[in-house]
């Protein structure tokens, strides 16, 4: 019950984060990735993500299979570090297909727990999208709706199987790192304590509340936001 309750409170902790976005308009982060499309694929395309800058020993591999209109997508992915490297908001890593409109689509939380960090993550998910390219992003909490610049891992428009494979490079919108918090200053922001003994969805309900609440969820959306603090009490209650 505790993770199912800290669930709903996520989920309407990233609707109100994201209506919050627009009500900031915040200074998004532009950048481009090549986008595959994999129905021209002949069985599995090979997936290779490759580290960024922010970390450089972070590596994927996988496949993307077209299968009756969906793409199925299987990928592991090592050296991921703790994502509070990134920033003191960031507890865990999302899956993102971008499409060939620069709509970013979460496809899959990749755990970062404590317990987690040094291990190997298996994403197993499925994309509705012809067209795509895919980067991993460390975020505060699984059920954003929009990725933020901390990207770590990018499959280059060149990774798959041997044949000719269309690509197009797209531009797409990030939120620029400390965005939530103001670089960690914002008033009424404490660090998640992810070494407590709680399951690790309430560590992020918990944190998702209180970026919301910094985003001024109480005043523009107080029924969801009550709705959310009552969830994430059941959480409490039950873990």
């Given at each position: 019950?505790?993770?199912?309750?800290?669930?709903?409170?996520?989920?309407?902790?990233?609707?109100?984060?994201?209506?919050?976005q627009d009500?900031?308009?915040?200074?998004e982060?532009?950048?481009?990735?090549?986008?595959?499309?994999?129905?021209q694929?002949?069985?599995?395309?090979?997936?290779?993500?490759?580290?960024?800058?922010?970390?450089?020993?972070?590596?994927?591999?996988?496949?993307?299979?077209?299968?009756?209109?969906?793409?199925?997508?299987?990928?592991?992915?090592?050296?991921?570090?703790?994502?509070?490297?990134?920033?003191?908001?960031?507890?865990?890593?999302?899956?993102?297909?971008v499409?060939?409109?620069?709509?970013?689509?979460?496809?899959?939380?990749?755990?970062?727990?404590?317990a987690?960090?040094?291990?190997?993550?298996v994403?197993?998910?499925v994309?509705?999208?012809?067209?795509?390219?895919?980067?991993?992003?460390?975020?505060?909490?699984?059920?954003?709706?929009?990725?933020?610049?901390?990207?770590?891992?990018?499959?280059?428009?060149?990774?798959?199987?041997?044949?000719?494979?269309?690509?197009?490079?797209?531009?797409?919108?990030l939120?620029?790192?400390?965005?939530?918090?103001?670089?960690?200053?914002?008033?009424?922001f404490?660090?998640?304590?992810?070494?407590?003994?709680?399951?690790?969805?309430?560590?992020?309900?918990e944190?998702?509340?209180?970026?919301?609440?910094?985003?001024?969820?109480?005043?523009?959306?107080?029924?969801?936001?009550?709705?959310?603090?009552?969830?994430?009490?059941?959480?409490?209650?039950?873990?």
């Open positions: 019950m505790s993770k199912a309750s800290a669930l709903i409170a996520l989920f309407l902790m990233g609707r109100l984060l994201l209506a919050q009500k900031a308009a915040p200074s982060v532009s950048r481009t990735l090549r986008a595959v499309d994999y129905r694929q002949e069985g599995a395309a090979h997936l290779v993500f490759e580290g960024t800058p922010l970390m450089k020993q972070a590596h994927g591999e996988g496949k993307a299979e077209n299968a009756r209109g969906l793409v199925q997508i299987r990928a592991e992915f090592t050296g991921l570090g703790a994502p509070r490297e990134l920033g003191p908001e960031y507890l865990t890593y999302v899956l993102w297909a499409s060939r409109d620069g709509r970013p689509l979460n496809l899959a939380e990749i755990p970062a727990g404590p987690r960090q040094g291990a190997k993550s994403v197993n998910t994309c509705n999208l012809p067209v795509f390219g895919m980067i991993v992003t460390a975020e505060p909490d699984s059920a954003v709706t929009q990725p933020s610049d901390a990207v770590v891992l990018e499959v280059p428009g060149d990774a798959g199987n041997a044949g000719p494979f269309e690509t197009a490079e797209v531009t797409y919108q939120l620029p790192r400390g965005f939530y918090t103001m670089q960690g200053k914002a008033a009424g404490t660090a998640p304590d992810v070494s407590r003994n709680a399951p690790f969805e309430v560590v992020e309900a944190n998702a509340i209180q970026l919301a609440a910094i985003a001024g969820a109480e005043k523009y959306s107080a029924d969801t936001f009550d709705k959310a603090k009552q969830a994430l009490v059941q959480a409490l209650n039950a873990s």
